[in-house]
C-alpha cells in the first residue's frame, strides 16, 4: 500500500493526482480506487459489521468523490482525508438509519463465514462503546490497515496524539471483550514476537 | 489532583512500553503488572490485524468497473458541458436581439403621432422578429392598431415593408368613397365620407371652392357683387342682372342676399 505524502515530493504528487483526478483521468481515477477501495471497504466492515454495508459505502464513497472532485481543491491535506471524511459521514449515516429502522434488531451476516459475520458484529458492538476518536483510530488502523502517520493525517491530528488514542483504544476494547465473555476465535501466535503498531498489517 | 496525575502516569508508561515494544526492547525492568498489561494488548492487537486482513470485499473488480465506467460517462458529459458555453452565447445573443425588438416595438409606440401610427411600430417589430426568424403568431396590440388605424397605417413605407404580410387585415378602407366630381345646388346639403369613412353633412359647394371654405370669410374683393350693388343702389332689380357672378361662393351669396334685403325695404 501506497502511503499518504509526508515530504515535499510526495505532496507534488498528490498534487498532480488531484489535477487528474479532476480533468477526470480514467488511470487516476482507477489509481486511486486501487490503493484505498479495500482499506475504505474494511473501514467500514468494522465499523457496521456488515459485508452489505460495507459495499454500499465502498461504492458510495468513490460515486461521491466523483461527483464532488469539481470542488475539491488540493491544499496540502492528502487525498485519503477528503476520501475517509466521506466514508465516516456515508457509514454514520447507514448506522444511524440502521439504529432508527430497527434498534436492537438481529442482522443475519451477509457474505463471509457465519463465524466471521459473529465476530464481526461482536467487535461492531464493541467498537461503539468506545469515544468516537478512539473508534475512528481502531478502525483506520486495523481494519483498513493505515500507518499512524496516515491516520493523523486523515483525522487532521499529531502522530503522538493518534497514538496514544490506539494505546488507550486497544486497552479500552480488549477489556470489554473480556468482560462480556466473548472469545476471539483468530489466536495470536504465541511463537512470533508481539508486533508493533506499525508493524500490524 | 494527584489521582488524575497518577493516571496520566501510568497511561504515559503504557505508551512507553508500547514503544519500547515495538523497538523490539526488553521489557523485564517494568512493574509486572504493565509488563502484563501491554502483552495483552500487543496480543489482542496482533489478533484483531489478522481478523480484519482477512475480511475483505468479495469481488472488488466488478465495483472498480462499474466505478470506471461512471467516469468516463461524467467525462463525456462534462466534455458536452464545454461545448455547451457557445450555444449559450448564441442563446444570449439572440435573446439580446430579442430585447432590441421591443425596444424598437416601444420606441414605436411612442413615435404614434410622429411616425404615422401605431401600425408602424407593429411593423417595425414584426419585421426585426422576421428577421430572426422568431414565430410571431400573436396579435398583440400593436397589430390590432395597424388593421384600423387608418390610411397611415397601411400605407406607410414601413408597414409596406413588412416581410411577412398581415393577414386577415385590411388595407385599404371599403366605406372611403372619393369626393363626387358632380355639382349641386346651391342651399343643398349632401352627405361626404371623410377618408377615414366618417359620414358628413357638407353644404353644397360650386366645384371651384370645393370644401376650402376660405370664401366665408375673406370673399374676393374684386368679384364681390356688393360694391357694385352699392353703387347701384335702389337698382336692385337691374343690379343683381348686371353683377357678374365670377365666383359663386357663399360669400357671394350672403352679399348678394344682403344686397336684396337692403334694396327691400
Known amino acids: 500500500m501506497e502511503r499518504a505524502p509526508r515530504h515535499e515530493d510526495d505532496a507534488a504528487a498528490e498534487g498532480a493526482l488531484a489535477a487528474r483526478l479532476r480533468a477526470l483521468d480514467q488511470a487516476a481515477w482507477a489509481a486511486l480506487y486501487d490503493r484505498h477501495h479495500a482499506q475504505l471497504w474494511r473501514y467500514s466492515y468494522g465499523r457496521t459489521g456488515s459485508r452489505d454495508a460495507a459495499d454500499d459505502v465502498a461504492a458510495q464513497v468513490f460515486a461521491e468523490a466523483l461527483s464532488s472532485i469539481d470542488r475539491y481543491r488540493y491544499k496540502g491535506r492528502p487525498i485519503l482525508a477528503w476520501l475517509y471524511a466521506i466514508a465516516r459521514n456515508l457509514t454514520s449515516k447507514h448506522l444511524r438509519r440502521t439504529q432508527r429502522d430497527a434498534p436492537g434488531e438481529y442482522v443475519e451476516p451477509s457474505g463471509g463465514s457465519l463465524e466471521e459475520g459473529l465476530d464481526s458484529m461482536v467487535l461492531a458492538d464493541a467498537l461503539e462503546r468506545l469515544t468516537a476518536e478512539q473508534r475512528e483510530v481502531v478502525v483506520l488502523r486495523f481494519y483498513a490497515g493505515y500507518s499512524t502517520g496516515e491516520i493523523a493525517a486523515a483525522m487532521g491530528k499529531r502522530e503522538a496524539a493518534v497514538y496514544s488514542l490506539e494505546v488507550r483504544a486497544i486497552g479500552a476494547l480488549r477489556r470489554q471483550l473480556e468482560q462480556s465473555g466473548g472469545t476471539f476465535p483468530v489466536e495470536a501466535d504465541k511463537n512470533s514476537p508481539l508486533p508493533g503498531i506499525d508493524k500490524v498489517r | ?265
Open chain 2, 1 to 265: 489532583m494527584k489521582k488524575l496525575f497518577g493516571r496520566n502516569g501510568r497511561q504515559a508508561q503504557l505508551e512507553e512500553l508500547h514503544r519500547a515494544a515495538e523497538r523490539g526492547g526488553d521489557l523485564r525492568d517494568v512493574d509486572p503488572e504493565l509488563q502484563q498489561e501491554v502483552a495483552a494488548d500487543r496480543q489482542f492487537m496482533q489478533q484483531l490485524g489478522r481478523f480484519a486482513s482477512e475480511s475483505a470485499p468479495a469481488d472488488p473488480s466488478v465495483g472498480r468497473a462499474t466505478f470506471l465506467l461512471a467516469v468516463a460517462r461524467q467525462r463525456s458529459k462534462s466534455q458536452e458541458e464545454e461545448r455547451r458555453p457557445m450555444i449559450g452565447q448564441l442563446l444570449r445573443g439572440r435573446g439580446l436581439a430579442l430585447l432590441a425588438a421591443a425596444g424598437i416595438f416601444a420606441g414605436g409606440a411612442v413615435t404614434v403621432g410622429a411616425s404615422g401610427g401605431v401600425g408602424n411600430a407593429a411593423g417595425n417589430a414584426n419585421d426585426v422578429l422576421s428577421t430572426l426568424g422568431v414565430p410571431h403568431t400573436g396579435h398583440g396590440h400593436g397589430n390590432g392598431n395597424a388593421g384600423s388605424g387608418g390610411p397611415q397605417a397601411s400605407g406607410t413605407p414601413a408597414a409596406e415593408g413588412t416581410r411577412r404580410a398581415v393577414e386577415g387585415i385590411p388595407t385599404e378602407n371599403p366605406q372611403h368613397q372619393p369626393a363626387a366630381a358632380g355639382t349641386c345646388d346651391k342651399g343643398e346639403t349632401i352627405v361626404k365620407t371623410t377618408p377615414s369613412g366618417v359620414a358628413v353633412n357638407v353644404p353644397c359647394q360650386t366645384a371651384e371652392d370645393h370644401g376650402q371654405g376660405k370664401g366665408d370669410k375673406t370673399p374676393d374683393a374684386s368679384a364681390t357683387p356688393e360694391a357694385k350693388a352699392t353703387e347701384s343702389h335702389g337698382q336692385s332689380s337691374g343690379g343683381a342682372d348686371h353683377t357678374p357672378v365670377p365666383h359663386p361662393t357663399q360669400a357671394n351669396q350672403h352679399a348678394n342676399e344682403g344686397a336684396g334685403n337692403s334694396s327691400g325695404r
